[in-house]
């Protein structure tokens, strides 16, 4: 599943290839299930019809979704679910398996969308109702967009008194963690994935808020993760690079690489996690 570095690698990407280029056709390709990727629309005309002729004006990621404003008053939203790739092509690549939204330009290629399972969606909506979109997602915090202290994350903490690893995962509360970075980022913080959030230190969330931080925009730097199960590709298809980094993340058995003790791994409510006996507590 695509967690939020790899969505904000999506976003920078498209920043950079889509704005302002001129949408050709919008094609819900037949035969392939695509009506259930575009669902909130009855026809895949009704869908094509409302993109015929726009322009990108402006790329924006609001959680986990992407969204394209357009000049004509709509906005493209993507929603990649636990398989969505979005791909941007030359008109000329073959059209893999799966595929099934395709956004032609004037000038520049196509955008792809691709999916196995068909959980992803994509729709068209009003600019005006934008606002009550971003509203209506869950979290609290999106550590890559919002702009918090460590003290309102303490005060965020101490009201949910829910285990670490619990709360990191849980898409209410912070959006985007997931099994990867939120082991990593306890890790790096010091903190075991049971320690209750209510019982933290105040050096305790310094170092947590910290270690959030920073393992996020490392992981956007490096491109996001692209690791077993996540076959994360980035708007060219290339992987990510973060997974060369990954200190505790299925590497049970290894030699941690602060003290060299046996990564542990641990069934905790239902999840799977990773941690170092001896750096956590």
């Known amino acids: 599943m695509p967690e939020l570095p790899e969505i904000e690698v999506l976003k ?39 993109l015929d002729g726009a322009k990108v004006e402006k790329v924006e990621r609001s959680g986990k979704l992407l969204v394209l404003e357009l000049d004509n008053q709509r906005a493209i939203v993507f929603d990649l679910g636990q398989t969505g790739t979005l791909i941007k092509t030359s008109a000329s690549e073959e059209v893999v398996t799966h595929t099934h939204v395709i956004i032609s330009f004037t000038i520049g290629g196509q955008l792809r969308l691709i999916d196995p399972r068909h959980g992803a969606e994509v729709f068209v909506s009003p600019l ?15 550590p890559l967009t919002h702009q918090f202290t460590w003290h309102y994350f303490s005060q965020l903490l101490d009201e949910r008194a829910a285990s ?5 995962v849980d898409e209410k509360f912070i959006c985007g963690l997931g099994d990867i970075y939120s082991d990593e980022i306890l890790f790096v913080s010091g903190l075991r994935y049971d320690r209750p959030s209510d019982k933290l230190s105040s050096q305790d969330v310094r170092r947590l ?15 996001g993760t692209t690791w077993g199960s996540v076959e994360f590709r980035d708007l060219q298809g290339d992987p990510g690079a973060f997974q060369l980094e990954l200190k ?7 030699p ?26």
């Open 209 to 223: 808020y910290r270690a959030l931080m920073e393992t996020l925009q490392e992981a956007v730097k490096a491109r």
């Open 248 to 254: 505790v993340y299925e590497r049970a058995g290894e």
């Open 12 to 50: 920078r990407d498209l920043e950079k290839e889509v704005v302002g280029r001129r949408i050709k056709t919008a094609e819900v390709r037949p035969g392939t299930n695509a009506m259930k990727v575009v669902r909130r629309h009855g026809r895949r005309k009704e869908f094509s019809e409302l």
């Open 256 to 281: 941690c690489r602060r003290c060299r003790q046996d990564i542990l791994k641990e069934e905790w409510n239902g999840a799977t996690t990773y941690f170092c006996p001896q750096c956590q507590s």
């Open 164 to 168: 670490m690893k619990e709360l990191m």
């Open 128 to 142: 005006e109702e934008l606002a009550e979109l971003k509203e209506a997602q869950p979290f609290l915090i999106d």
